[in-house]
């Protein structure tokens, strides 16, 4: 616990900078998360037997989330382009005698598109008019969703929701979670509209609040069940106390794409 406080404490010292600056230092903090998830994400596959293309990935995931962040025109032809040239490695491997490299390769286009081009959403919130408002409305509402499931299943839970994919998560932690999150949308739609730029109503903020909590449980549970498959409990070892890049920010993922569209769609 004590490791795990540390850390948070660390990562808030150097986060919250970083989110209310944004421009470089905001990169820096989230291409790290994603190009180590992206890293962890196709170290999970190697052990379940694989051969992904390690540095491929993790060079790819940083070319593309740059490109979505800096020069938004060029991330397509980059995303494009880094899928053909895994592909041609995996090709050669094959060639070599590796006869499972199609799998490796569908692995590791699997790892480049949803760490480096789905994570991205992290950084194209950013970009948004009243970019900082926004992804400080985005990411404490996915951890009130957090907070709330973990705090709450834990006192309370007693039916067990995916006993195969993650089984201390409990359909008790799952309502919470969902209740927790619509009260941390109104709140930060209220105050930020109150007290800031942002044209949310309070009813909005918790309608997207319930949204998160309902959904971005399946980010959680799509990391548990590549980890399950590994026979890992963490996906790293990056952050004491808190395993890896891949097991903080599972569900943001989910929670920036959401972000992105709702405001987009039905804010702006």
Known sequence: MRKRTLSALALLLIGFPALLFGGLPYYLLMGFFLAMTGWEFVNLAAACGARPARWLVFGGVIAVSAARYFFPTYASPILVFTILLLMSAHLLQFERGRAEAGMDFTIDAGALTYVGWLGSYLLDIRNLENGGWWIMFVLPTVWCVDTGAYMLGAAYGKHRM??????????????????????????????????????????????????????????????????????????????????????RIDSWIWAAILGYYFITWFVR
């Open 162 to 247: 995916t006993p195969r994919l993650s089984p201390k998560k409990s359909w008790e932690g799952f309502a919470a979670g969902a209740f927790t999150g619509m009260l941390g949308g109104g709140f930060f739609a209220y105050a930020y509209s109150t007290w800031g730029p942002l044209q949310l109503p309070t009813w909005q903020g918790a309608l997207f609040g319930l949204m998160i909590g309902l959904l971005t449980p399946l980010g959680d549970l799509g990391e548990s069940m590549l980890k399950r498959q590994a026979g890992l409990k963490d996906s790293g070892n990056v952050l004491p106390g808190h395993g890896g890049a891949f097991d």
